[in-house]
């Protein structure tokens, strides 16, 4: 049996077989999660098992769309308010994905198209502002509704919540009826884009 021949890609075609925008593999390289050369032209190249590594690493492996339970990815620095969310939308039967990571955010979120987000707009490293607004701009995740779970509760924040993509603003604390009222109506309506 002949050897496969290693495949070097381009950021493009990286971001092709990953489904994202080619800033976002760059942003990776340079992160160090994905493993990349650069030629003499200063371009990166990476190797076909590289990416493979780093799509399996972070389980970027296409799914099968059968699954009819409703999927709310929870993007939130407190274990605390995790666990909680975790717990009231697993009561009420909604599989989690759970991310307090800004470089996760994106990638999951292109990855496994969960029905809702529920994002946090206050967290150390993570701007809310621009996740919003970055999960907006990839044509993945544009139609995706985006909940502010947040702290922020100013008439200006709350505006600019809106204007970067937000779809419903929940402030912190809630009650759990509250969240779940809002859950359950942002599920149940498919978003417009313009």
Known sequence: MAERETKAYTTFEAAKICHVTHHSIKNWIKQGLIKASRTPGGHYRILDHDLD????????????????????MVVDDDPDALMLMEKILMDEGFELVKVSN??????????????????DFLMPEINGFEVC???RDNE?????????????????????I???????????????EQLLDKVRMLLSKERVVD
Request: hydrophobic share 40%; aromatic share 8%; net charge negative.
């Open 133 to 135: 607004k970055a999960l």
């Open 102 to 119: 800004a470089t996760e955010v994106g990638l999951k979120a292109a990855q496994m198209t969960p029905d809702l987000i529920l994002l």
């Open 162 to 176: 809106f204007e970067c993509g937000a779809d419903e603003y929940l402030p912190k604390p809630f009650r759990v």
């Open 53 to 72: 590594d780093f799509r399996e690493k972070y389980d970027m492996f296409p799914r099968d769309k059968e699954s009819s339970v409703q999927k709310v």
């Open 140 to 160: 993945l995740t544009q139609n995706i509704p985006i909940m502010a779970v947040t702290c922020l509760t100013k008439e200006q924040d709350i505006e600019r």
